[in-house]
T-cell receptor, first 113, second 117 residues
C-alpha cells in the first residue's frame, strides 16, 4: 500500500518568513495530493490540493509543488502569520477510486511573532 | 447540516466496555470515511462507505471494531471490549463524490476523543 513520509515534524519560523514542508510517497499510481491544516482540538481542514497533471498550484500565500518522478511534493507558505501556527498534514490517494487517503505524520508549525 | 457532526466529542471508557461513536455526515454526501488519529500522528484509515455499502474495511485493526451505515446517512463506529491501545481521536469524514477523492473535497468532523482507562 501507499506510504507517506513527512518532514520536518516540527518547524518554527519568524513571522513574515517562509515555511516549507516536504512529503514523499511510495505508490507511483497516486495522483491526488491534498494538504490539511489542523488546529489544536479542531478538525482537519483542506487548505490546498494538487493533482498529478500539474506541477505547481498557488493560492495566495500558499503553494504546493509536485515532482512525480521523484515522488515528492511540498507545501510552501510565504509571509507567515501567527494564525498559520497549526499542524499540517500531507496526504496521497488515487483519485477516482474508492481508495482512501494516506496521511503523513504531520508537521507542527509555529510562527513566532 | 452545515458540517460533519460527531458525538460524543469525548468518551471515557473502562477497559472491556463497549463504545459507540456516531457520525452525521453532510446531507447528501455519498461517501463516508472513518479514521483513527493517535496523539501526534496523522489520521489512519479505518473504513469507507458508499451510501449504505461498506466497500472497504481493510483499516479496522481487529474484529472488535465494527461500523455501519444502514440507511446511507448516519454512521456508527462500535468498539467492543475496549483496550487501552484504542485510545485515540476517531474522525469521520464525508464527501459528495463517489470514491475517496473523485472530484469532491473530504470534509472532516471534529472527532470523538476516546480514552480507555
Amino acid at each position: 500500500g501507499e506510504n507517506v513520509e513527512q518532514h520536518p515534524s516540527t518547524l518554527s519560523v519568524q513571522e513574515g518568513d517562509s515555511a516549507v514542508i516536504k512529503c514523499t510517497y511510495s505508490d507511483s499510481a497516486s495522483n491526488y495530493f491534498p494538504w490539511y491544516k489542523q488546529e489544536l482540538g479542531k478538525r482537519p481542514q483542506l487548505i490546498i490540493d494538487i493533482r498529478s497533471n500539474v506541477g505547481e498550484k498557488k493560492d495566495q500565500r500558499i503553494a504546493v509543488t509536485l515532482n512525480k518522478t521523484a515522488k515528492h511534493f511540498s507545501l510552501h507558505i510565504t509571509e507567515t502569520q501567527p494564525e498559520d501556527s497549526a499542524v499540517y498534514f500531507c496526504a496521497a490517494a488515487l483519485s477516482g477510486s474508492a481508495r482512501q487517503l494516506t496521511f503523513g505524520s504531520g508537521t507542527q508549525l509555529t510562527v513566532l511573532p | 447540516g452545515a458540517g460533519v457532526s460527531q458525538s460524543p466529542r469525548y468518551k471515557v471508557a473502562k477497559r472491556g466496555q463497549d463504545v459507540a461513536l456516531r457520525c452525521d455526515p453532510i446531507s447528501g454526501h455519498v461517501s463516508l470515511f472513518w479514521y483513527q488519529q493517535a496523539l501526534g500522528q496523522g489520521p489512519e484509515f479505518l473504513t469507507y462507505f458508499q451510501n449504505e455499502a461498506q466497500l472497504d474495511k481493510s483499516g479496522l485493526p481487529s474484529d472488535r471494531f465494527f461500523a455501519e451505515r444502514p440507511e446511507g446517512s448516519v454512521s456508527t463506529l462500535k468498539i467492543q471490549r475496549t483496550q487501552q491501545e484504542d485510545s485515540a481521536v476517531y474522525l469521520c469524514a464525508s464527501s459528495a463524490s463517489q470514491g475517496a477523492v473523485g472530484t469532491g473535497e473530504l470534509f472532516f468532523g471534529e472527532g470523538s476523543r476516546l480514552t480507555v482507562l
